[in-house]
């Protein structure tokens, strides 16, 4: 079953088509990658997914139902987590309050037990500590869990990002630009962490990505967009070998 997909998707700011007529399929477990030029698209098509864009025309369905007018809360509560470009962490609190932020979005507790301190607060509180820590520990973040977001390297925040996002514990994880700022060794890791944590949390990857090695090695299948249109669709070789995509962005002979 398709997990998510999108029929005819168009957003338009003001005379500006940033998406138009897009199709995209994306199927349960895999690894689905979004390759495109700057300003082709790729950032406001997860914008729509996650409800903070509603399209101009066409309809995003999740698990066979339209997501239309859902708030990007209702969204994220439907299993749908993302990360930013820009990256959106909260800089003064330590990596690990980071990631609790994230859980507490699936793991509410009652507002009462809090204020209250009640010995099953604690001891939920304590719980969901170690599977922070523990996911700290997949992002290689563990060292620096008790130390300010900010003092991060720009490698590490973006794990930092992708390990905050998993806390809620999606279905589908969005990811746009983890690699931003990597040298090639922090990478050549991403490509191994983004399949472990795929198997080990059974979720399904959108990933927008400009190294196209790095896409091509990664992604079961890719789609390409360019000024707001799907150019092409398919497996890493078929798009490596695709004229409208050699044209438009691998630049001839990559
Ligand atoms: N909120 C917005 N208002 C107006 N124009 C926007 C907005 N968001 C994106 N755009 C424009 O839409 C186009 C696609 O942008 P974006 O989706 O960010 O591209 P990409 O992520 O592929 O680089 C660009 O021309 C960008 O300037
Ligand atoms: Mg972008």
């Not at 699936?106 to 304590?126: G, I, M, N, V, W």
Request: net charge positive; proline share 4%; charged share 20%.
């Amino acid at each position: 079953m398709n997990l998510l997909q999108l029929e005819d998707v168009g957003v338009r700011f003001g005379g500006l088509r940033a998406l138009q007529g897009v199709d995209l399929e994306v199927k349960q477990g895999e690894i689905f990658g979004l390759l495109g030029p700057n300003g082709a698209g790729k950032t406001t098509l997860f914008n729509v997914i996650s409800g903070l864009t509603a399209p101009s025309s066409g309809t995003v369905r999740w698990r066979g139902a339209s997501l239309a007018g859902l708030s990007s809360h209702r969204i994220a509560r439907l299993g749908i987590a993302r990360t930013f470009q820009n990256l959106r962490l909260f800089s003064s609190m330590s990596c690990l309050e980071n990631v609790l932020v994230g859980m507490h979005q699936h793991a509410r507790q009652p507002p009462l037990a809090a204020l209250l301190q009640t010995q099953s607060f604690r001891r939920r509180e304590s719980q969901l500590q170690q599977e922070a820590l523990a996911l700290l520990d997949l992002f290689q973040l563990e060292a620096t869990a008790h130390q300010d977001a900010a003092s991060l390297s720009y490698g590490d925040r973006r794990r930092l990002e992708m390990a905050r996002a998993l806390a809620s514990r999606p279905q589908l994880l969005l990811l746009d630009e983890p690699a931003a700022g990597m040298n090639p060794s922090e990478k050549d890791e991403l490509r191994e962490l983004i399949r472990r944590i795929r198997d080990q949390f059974k979720l399904t990857v959108l990933i927008i990505e400009h190294h196209v090695p790095l896409m091509l090695g990664l992604c079961d299948r890719l789609a390409v967009l360019n000024f707001g249109q799907r150019i092409a669709l398919g497996s890493p070789d078929q798009v490596r070998r695709d004229p409208a995509v050699i044209e438009a962005y691998l630049g001839g002979g990559t």
